[in-house]
């Protein structure tokens, strides 16, 4: 049955910029992935989408999340795709340094302008970028991952420092990957248990279903409704919504991209 209350709060959440993490780790295609399916997906349903990719670097050619930042929300054209990633490598380390020095308020309502009213913002970067940008905030960063080692690795590590660090509560999300059910679930388990006994709770876990006849459009519209209840809420361009704890203002050091 398809979750109605889902559907009443993604209705409230009308006329709100929805900032919604996803988290890279050193296999970024699963990241990719994640932000693929949800962004084709959700502009399905009728939002619309933009992805800001942490991994490309705005150039003149290709302007990103850098050049809006200066001149404010894209203008609007007919015929153009819902769905649109933007380059946002220089954008994203001007927020984090706003963030760093003046709490992650200022940058969440620098990046806010850049969006008009109803846009859903996927926010693709390393964990320690989002840490930063979204430290307090009432929002539930996303954590995709496989079950092989590496990738079980990389997940406790952004559970930890996302939740150390940024006083976050990420979701863990199970990616399809060729590792067989028994060994998934051990691992899941494995990487539960490690969470509440080291960080002190159960994080959230919502995989990704998988495709085949028994997967309707109402469970794959279900998962995509509980990811964006994970996203942030602002309520108007420039205002951090409620829920966001501002930071004392201070001098922090801004991790680089690849520190993970």
Same mark, same amino acid.
């Given at each position: %049955?398809?979750?109605?209350? @889902?559907?009443?709060?993604?209705?409230?959440?009308?006329?709100?910029?929805? $900032?919604?993490?996803? =988290?890279?780790?050193?296999?970024?295609?699963?990241?990719?992935?994640?932000?693929?399916?949800?962004?084709?997906?959700?502009?399905?349903?009728?939002?619309? &989408?933009?992805?800001?990719?942490? #991994?490309?670097?705005?150039?003149?050619?290709?302007?990103?999340?850098?050049?809006?930042?200066?001149?404010?929300?894209?203008?609007?054209?007919?015929?153009?795709?819902?769905? +649109? &990633?933007?380059?946002?490598?220089?954008?994203?380390? #001007?927020?984090?340094? =706003?963030?760093? #020095?003046?709490?992650?308020?200022?940058?969440?309502?620098?990046?806010?302008?850049?969006?008009?009213?109803? #846009?859903?913002?996927?926010?693709? @970067?390393?964990?320690?970028? $989002?840490? &930063?940008?979204?430290?307090?905030?009432? $929002?539930?960063?996303?954590?995709?991952?496989?079950?092989?080692?590496?990738? =079980?690795?990389?997940?406790?590590?952004?559970?930890?420092?996302?939740?150390?660090?940024?006083?976050?509560?990420?979701?863990?999300?199970? %990616?399809?990957?060729?590792?067989?059910?028994?060994?998934?679930?051990?691992?899941?388990?494995?990487?539960?248990?490690?969470?509440?006994?080291?960080?002190?709770?159960?994080?959230?876990?919502?995989?990704?279903?998988?495709?085949?006849?028994?997967?309707? +459009?109402?469970?794959?519209?279900?998962?995509?409704? +509980? %990811?964006?209840?994970?996203?942030?809420?602002?309520?108007?361009?420039?205002?951090?919504?409620?829920?966001?704890?501002?930071?004392?203002? +201070?001098?922090?050091? &801004?991790?680089?991209?690849?520190?993970?």
């Amino acid at each position: %049955m398809f979750d109605q209350a @889902a559907g009443l709060r993604s209705v409230a959440a009308a006329h709100c910029v929805r $900032v919604l993490p996803v =988290v890279l780790g050193r296999d970024s295609d699963v990241a990719f992935d994640m932000v693929w399916t949800l962004g084709a997906g959700l502009s399905v349903l009728g939002h619309s &989408v933009v992805a800001l990719d942490a #991994t490309s670097r705005e150039q003149s050619g290709r302007p990103g999340l850098a050049q809006f930042l200066k001149t404010g929300p894209e203008p609007a054209s007919p015929n153009e795709a819902q769905w +649109r &990633v933007w380059p946002s490598q220089s954008g994203m380390q #001007t927020l984090l340094h =706003v963030a760093a #020095t003046q709490g992650p308020g200022a940058a969440l309502a620098r990046l806010a302008a850049c969006f008009s009213p109803d #846009t859903v913002v996927l926010l693709l @970067a390393p964990k320690e970028w $989002v840490s &930063v940008l979204m430290e307090g905030a009432a $929002v539930r960063p996303l954590v995709p991952f496989t079950f092989q080692p590496t990738g =079980v690795v990389d997940a406790y590590s952004a559970l930890k420092v996302l939740h150390q660090a940024g006083d976050l509560k990420p979701v863990l999300v199970p %990616m399809r990957s060729e590792v067989p059910d028994p060994v998934a679930e051990q691992a899941l388990g494995v990487l539960l248990d490690t969470a509440k006994r080291h960080l002190g709770w159960v994080p959230e876990n919502s995989p990704l279903p998988e495709q085949g006849p028994s997967v309707t +459009r109402d469970i794959i519209t279900q998962w995509m409704l +509980r %990811m964006l209840e994970s996203a942030l809420l602002l309520e108007e361009p420039g205002t951090p919504g409620s829920g966001w704890s501002p930071s004392t203002p +201070r001098e922090a050091l &801004v991790p680089q991209l690849w520190s993970c």
